[in-house]
């Protein structure tokens, strides 16, 4: 787990703007929404379903939707495994 977090607080996952980065995805730009596709992005602002799911966890359990959350939390780091195997 704790692997997992230092990639995603590094940006070093499988997502288009590391993967740009790399030479690995032309634009580096989400498909969903054409914005830089970072995990920040991921979990926070996409209409991904990685992002309504991380809210509606946040909000069931009354936590604050915030990035440090996110990363603090395992159960949300395992959602957003769960639903794309990107974030690895």
Same mark, same amino acid.
């Given at each position: 787990? &704790?692997?997992?977090?230092? #990639? *995603? #607080?590094?940006?070093? +996952?499988?997502?288009?703007?590391?993967?740009?980065?790399?030479?690995?995805? @032309?634009?580096? *730009?989400? $498909?969903? +929404?054409? *914005?830089? @596709? /970072?995990?920040?992005?991921?979990?926070? $602002?996409?209409?991904? $379903?990685? /992002? !309504? &799911?991380? !809210?509606?966890?946040?909000?069931?359990?009354?936590? &604050?939707?915030?990035?440090?959350?996110?990363?603090?939390?395992? &159960?949300?780091?395992?959602? /957003?495994? !769960?639903?794309? /195997? #990107? +974030?690895?």
């Amino acid at each position: 787990m &704790e692997i997992m977090v230092n #990639r *995603l #607080r590094f940006g070093r +996952c499988r997502l288009n703007a590391y993967l740009h980065q790399i030479g690995r995805h @032309e634009t580096g *730009l989400c $498909d969903s +929404c054409g *914005l830089p @596709e /970072t995990f920040s992005h991921y979990v926070m $602002d996409c209409t991904n $379903d990685v /992002t !309504k &799911e991380v !809210k509606a966890h946040c909000q069931h359990h009354r936590q &604050e939707h915030t990035l440090a959350n996110v990363l603090s939390n395992g &159960e949300i780091l395992r959602i /957003t495994h !769960k639903v794309n /195997t #990107r +974030c690895l």
